[in-house]
């Protein structure tokens, strides 16, 4: 029988900010998209202890992508230089589509850190179609109760973004793109829908077996197309992102924070960054600035 799984990435250990480690699984040198997905950085489980730090990423720029923030536990404070002040929460979905330019600041809200709390979530990019690599930045918040949410067997998904078994999520977007957050409990099985192009299941959480594999926390499994696929929980259960869509109209170039179809274009904003030509962000005035190399 063939191998369900295409290929395996290993997320790689990074620290977002001093102190605050992640798993970031894209880019990878194996695989640098899925779909429309540019970049996927896991980050906790991570218990902060009261008068701890917590995430404090101050302001910074993005162009040509949507960031999309989605937590399993804790809080993030989000502000961007369109105005937007947004507390997201377990469940939630910020959607900020960068565009032409966006600069935003994601940090701890004073009260959580006060008290202490645990902070588990995962954090994507979607690179945008060029024809909208230069649209105007905008953001968008989902509160949990708007996105659409059904059990398959005994498996429990909520649809973050785009279309999925019969379902579409609010969540603005601009390609074919389908992202899951699936709750899987012991040695129950969860089908993976053949009909977008390319797809990929991620472990948050647990271990899963998909065909003689079996992955744990950091194991990003590209789908081989075309058909239907079966993810087995291990017996202490699995926390699963499905995600994918249609491939990307082109390469992308990544560099820092940006991200475009043209390499003129990233020196462009690294200059506006360098130079201050970007909005800056209101009630958040420190920013971090454009790194040497």
Known sequence: MADPIELLIQGRAHELTPGFPVRRVLPSTKRRTVGPFIFLDHFGPLDVPPGGDGMEVRPHPHIGLATVTYLFEGGIFHRDSLGHAQAIRPGDVNWMTAGSGIAHSERTEPGMRQ???RMHGIQTWVALPKAHEETAPSF??????????WQDGKAALRLIVGSYAGRTAPTAHFSPIFYVAAEVPAAAALAVTPEHAERAVYVAAGTAMIGDRQLGVGDLAILAAGRATD???GMDGA???LLGGTALDGPRHIWWNFVSSSKERIERAKADWKDGRFARVPGD???IPLPER
């Open 115 to 117: 008290s202490g709390f």
């Open 231 to 233: 993810a087995i929980a």
């Open 285 to 287: 005035p420190e920013f």
């Open 239 to 241: 926390r699963l992102m």
């Open 140 to 149: 968008e918040h989902v509160p949990v109760s708007r996105l659409p949410a």
